[in-house]
């Protein structure tokens, strides 16, 4: 740490290149700063004041206050245990009669400001990036709320290269899906649309074909309105989970979850129905009441307690 030129322990003059007297003093401010009771290192370093002047010294003017490198050095806990090091080599080098010394406390307080700029910068990336992530996140659960409670999932899973290859292969895929007249049509008395989903999904966990090829077995198997309606979809470049969506919202003409509960709290027994119709009514409408929320325990526990109160409410009293 010792070197031919000396750099003055006076703040603002790091450059200086004066030689050092045998008997050079240690730097005033350096013997203010050992003998100051401020910089007791039991002092409570907890002071939120503190904390904000010290975070809001990093935003000061150096051109304009030279001074705040030293200030911040100095009222930093590691920058005090930096300075009173340095001091300690002072009066060693002092002690030991050697007349030049490298590090300087100009040196010493603009690095060590420098240096906790830089982390404060790196921190700030940090969290812009981390904030950004979220923000990005919360857009996107957002732009797909509507799939998150539908009732049939699409397939997760597609092969990364073309899987029919041979007509062969084409023909028993083909097999797995309506054709001919019973194609899917999204008419009232036709293929119910949930049998329609949950057969795609069944001739992809077989077949494993890729998107594309998954887009054209749907548009094999469907004809008039609902082709139409999964041939503009699949032009605009949606994904299965969205186009099941659609699906459903287009085609799915069972009572909506909201509607199913106000009837299942307004259902009466019939005084001619047997206890087996009862709750089989019941049943279908707790279902229903209740297929808006995730599958697992809480969607059955929330039915469970939709039959029994539904069943209690229903029951006559005598």
Same mark, same amino acid.
């Given at each position: ?49 503190? %904390?904000?002047? $010290?975070? =809001?010294?990093?935003? &000061?003017?150096? #051109?304009?206050?030279? @001074? /705040?490198?030293?200030?911040? +050095? ?13 001091? %300690?080599?002072? $009066?060693? =080098?002092?002690?030991? &009669?050697?007349? #030049?010394?490298?590090? @300087? /406390?100009?040196?010493?307080? +603009? ?35 509507? +799939? ?171």
């Amino acid at each position: 740490m010792f070197a031919s030129k000396l750099k003055s322990l006076t703040p603002g003059s790091s450059k200086s290149t004066s030689p050092v007297p045998p008997e050079f003093e240690v730097d005033d401010q350096i013997e203010n700063f050992i003998n100051d009771p401020r910089n007791d290192p039991e002092r409570n370093g907890d002071d939120q004041e503190a %904390d904000v002047l $010290q975070a =809001a010294a990093l935003d &000061g003017d150096t #051109t304009l206050n030279p @001074g /705040i490198h030293y200030e911040y +050095t100095n009222n930093h806990p590691l920058g005090k245990l930096l300075l009173k090091v340095l001091h %300690d080599n002072t $009066q060693l =080098a002092k002690k030991t &009669g050697l007349k #030049t010394m490298e590090l @300087g /406390i100009d040196d010493l307080c +603009t690095s060590f400001y420098n240096a906790q700029l830089m982390e404060r910068n790196r921190m700030k990336n940090s969290i812009l990036q981390t904030t950004a992530g979220i923000e990005m996140s919360m857009i996107e659960k957002e732009m797909n709320s509507h +799939t998150l409670n539908q009732q049939v999932e699409p397939p997760k899973t597609f092969s990364p290269v073309p899987t029919l290859l041979t007509s062969r292969q084409r023909a028993d895929c083909m097999k797995l899906l309506p054709s001919g007249s019973h194609k899917f049509n999204g008419s009232p008395t036709g293929m119910n649309i949930l049998e329609y989903l949950h057969m795609l999904k069944t001739m992809q966990q077989q077949c494993n074909l890729s998107q594309p090829e998954f887009n054209e077995m749907m548009l094999a198997s469907t004809t008039g309105n609902a082709h139409m309606l999964l041939y503009g979809w699949i032009e605009n470049k949606e994904d299965p989970t969205n186009i099941f969506h659609n699906l459903l919202v287009h085609f799915d003409k069972r009572l909506q979850p909201e509607e199913a509960r106000a009837r299942l709290y307004a259902y009466k027994a019939p005084k001619t129905a047997d206890l087996a119709k009862v709750e089989a009514t019941i049943q279908r409408l707790a279902s229903r009441a209740t297929s808006n929320m995730p599958p697992g325990i809480a969607r059955t526990t929330s039915y469970n307690l939709e039959v029994i109160s539904g069943l209690i409410k229903a029951l006559p009293y005598s």
